[in-house]
């Protein structure tokens, strides 16, 4: 299997040229809409992986429509009002593997980011490694796995459609150096063209979003900035490695040098 857009095993970072990659591997398929499937790039082993698979990705769909009809109803709208913003409800799976990692402190299994679609179901492992930020990554809180629980994260286009109402979570998989951990992502987002805009701006707010724009463009925009960082990040890193191997000229006060 190779990986992109249509899915399967890639390893590492996903973002070309960044300056320190993140410590998993990942599997990944797209299975909604169903016309997305590509089973060329679905493990074909153990055999009954596609039939779980398919199951699983179903009742995962069933189980974040019905979170997306209560958060509808907790913003005063119809049960139906996020799903049908999402116009045909895309659905990725990623399962992430983390190697256990002999100086974890150098690195991270999955670099601190928000989830760019509508809601996301998180299974984990009881290794524990998910952390979430409220303070814009000063302090972390880790998400202690409770065994047969999902963790429910809500991304940026949730946060859009709520205008903010709804927080998307700010969060970072950290690895260790004792177990490796695994973690399976399911990912619900919009249509591509999906418009994405506040369905509600309630008395004296302001809406989040200047202008309706499509999904794509949403997170075209959110690429190009995590792009942009990536870059400088890797240029300040480029430029320290070469300020630490210019030799430094000795500094001393003008009455040693003269006396
Ligand atoms: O492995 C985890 O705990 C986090 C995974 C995650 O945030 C993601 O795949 O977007
Ligand atoms: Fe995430």
Redesign the pocket.
């Known amino acids: 299997m190779s990986g992109g857009k249509k899915g399967g095993f890639i390893v590492s970072s996903h973002l070309q040229g960044e300056a320190v990659q993140d410590w998993?591997e990942?599997v990944t398929f797209f299975s909604y809409p169903t016309r997305n499937r590509d089973y060329s790039r679905w493990p074909d082993k153990p055999e009954a992986w596609r039939a779980v698979t398919e199951e699983y990705s179903q009742k995962l769909m069933e189980l974040a429509c019905k979170l997306l009809g209560v958060l509808s109803e907790a913003m005063g709208l119809e049960t139906e009002a996020l799903t049908k913003a999402c116009v045909d409800m895309d659905q990725k799976v990623?399962v992430?593997f983390?190697p256990k990692c002999p100086q974890p402190d150098l690195t991270l299994?999955?670099k601190r980011?928000t989830?760019p679609g509508t809601i996301?179901l998180?299974l984990?492992d009881t290794v524990g490694?998910?952390q979430a930020t409220r303070d814009n990554g000063k302090t972390w809180i880790t998400?202690q796995p409770v065994e047969g629980a999902f963790?429910v994260?809500l991304g940026d286009h949730g946060h859009y459609l709520s205008n903010g109402r709804f927080k998307n979570a700010d969060?970072?998989?950290v690895v260790n150096s004792n177990s490796s951990?695994l973690?399976i992502?399911t990912?619900q987002n919009p249509a591509p063209d999906a418009t994405v805009y506040p369905l509600k701006i309630r008395e004296g707010e302001k809406s989040v979003l200047d202008e309706p724009i499509t999904f794509a463009e949403m997170y075209r925009r959110k690429m190009s900035k995590d792009i942009d960082i990536a870059m400088k990040k890797k240029l300040a890193k480029d430029q320290l490695l070469k300020d630490l191997e210019t030799p430094k000229l000795e500094t001393k006060p003008i009455e040693e040098i003269l006396s």
């Open positions: 998993r990942i990623v992430n983390y299994g999955l980011h989830d996301t998180l984990q490694g998910l998400v963790v994260n969060h970072q998989a951990r973690s992502a990912f």
